[in-house]
């Protein structure tokens, strides 16, 4: 009976055909040649099901209940295009999609998916440690070419010049900072939440003699105002998905707080082409607290601190492609993941790539940069000069 209700709870994802397989049995979603199949070991209640399908099929897959024959990504691509079918009852999951945006409670989520350690994303990253989407200017760059490229990119965007102050909000392990120094001269700060990020930040600057133009801290955005600081150019790379919806208002003050009048702010996020809570299975295992904001949110909250938006640029396809490198490396070092993690965390963690990869594919989720100027700056080249 279960097995039934399964199968017809499965029916109304019928855009691409795949066959299901539960206790030896086989039935086909969708007509014609099934185009992967789904292998069930284990039921899975109708009750889960309708509570979130992304946590019931994540956890199934998980604990090994749930198989793909094929490949994952293949088989996520062309499901996941239907997320609009999926069910998700947010009263029944308010801790997991409404968490506490309390400074105390924000540290401990990002640290949760950020140290986890730096030997571990050094195994599928590339030298860079850049993690967020690469720009692949060229159809053979390889994944550090494309972070080389990203990070050019966004430097010549915010149009540098020696001796300019630079902050980077969520700066990560460093790069962008890094780069910036020895390329144009600027003095640069960079602030994370991650003690491994700031620890591995504080060893490259030491590594590349940059103690007297780039400095890291463990400093909350919230915190910048009372820092006195005051800056000709701020960037924040995939940190802003972390601040929450109800705290947009704010994260956009502080940075114009310390942004000099005339200043450029480039902002590059996931976005959502509407508001939404979010995935529950992402947030519950993935990125606890995490928001995606809307591209017209964003600016909407910037218009609102009189930041006037020069430029928007979409890089949805190149963040498919940059997760599909790390995919790859992922699977090309999972035995060594075996070695840090138990078999559960390399499944969750090969489902969070393969996963984000499809969404972005299928234009569920975006990747926007956003340039921004405080107030009025006529100093800047009349055409695009990156």
């Not at 199934?60 to 198989?67: C, H, Q, S, T, V």
């Not at 760059?141 to 020696?162: P, S």
């Not at 396809?317 to 075996?338: A, G, P, Q, S």
């Amino acid at each position: 009976m279960t097995k039934n209700v399964l199968v017809s709870f499965l029916e109304k994802f019928d855009e691409y055909p795949f066959a299901v397989r539960i206790n030896g049995k086989e039935y086909l979603i969708g007509s014609g040649e099934p185009m992967f199949t789904v292998i069930f070991h284990k039921d899975i209640p109708l009750s889960a099901l309708t509570t979130s399908t992304s946590l019931a099929l994540g956890e199934a897959y998980m604990d090994g209940d749930l198989e793909i024959e094929g490949d994952l990504y293949f088989a996520l691509d062309h499901f996941l295009g239907q997320m609009g079918k999926f069910s998700t009852d947010e009263s029944l999951l308010k801790k997991i999609m409404y968490s506490s945006t309390a400074k105390k409670n924000q540290k401990k989520e990002v640290r949760s998916h950020y140290d986890i350690g730096n030997d571990f994303y050094k195994l599928w990253l590339d030298e860079t440690l850049s993690y967020s989407c690469g720009y692949f200017l060229h159809d053979d760059d390889t994944l550090y070419q494309a972070q080389v490229n990203k990070i050019d990119y966004i430097l010549k965007k915010l149009c540098l010049k020696e001796g300019m102050t630079l902050l980077d909000i969520g700066c990560g392990w460093g790069y962008l900072l890094i780069e910036a120094a020895k390329k144009y001269g600027v003095h640069g700060t960079g602030i994370t939440l991650s003690k491994e990020q700031y620890k591995e930040f504080q060893r490259r600057i030491e590594m590349e003699h940059l103690e007297g133009l780039v400095k890291a801290e463990i400093l909350d955005y919230r915190d910048l105002p009372k820092s006195r600081y005051q800056f000709d150019r701020i960037v924040s790379v995939g940190m802003v998905e972390h601040v929450g919806r109800e705290n947009y208002p704010l994260f956009m003050k502080c940075v114009k707080n310390v942004l000099k009048p005339g200043g450029v702010f480039l902002l590059h996020f996931i976005s959502g082409l509407k508001e939404h809570a979010g995935d529950p299975w992402i947030k519950k295992y993935i990125f606890p607290g995490g928001t995606v904001p809307s591209l017209r949110e964003m600016i909407y909250q910037a218009a609102e601190n009189d930041f006037h938006t020069i430029d928007v640029e979409d890089l949805r396809l190149h963040y498919n492609r940059t997760l599909l490198c790390w995919e790859k490396n992922f699977k090309e070092h999972i035995d060594e993941v075996r070695e840090m993690f138990d078999e559960r965390f390399v499944r969750m963690w090969d489902l969070y790539l393969c996963a984000c990869a499809a969404t972005f594919h299928n234009g569920i989720i975006d990747l926007h940069q956003i340039i921004f100027t405080n107030g009025i700056n006529n100093d800047l080249p009349m055409r695009r000069w990156y």
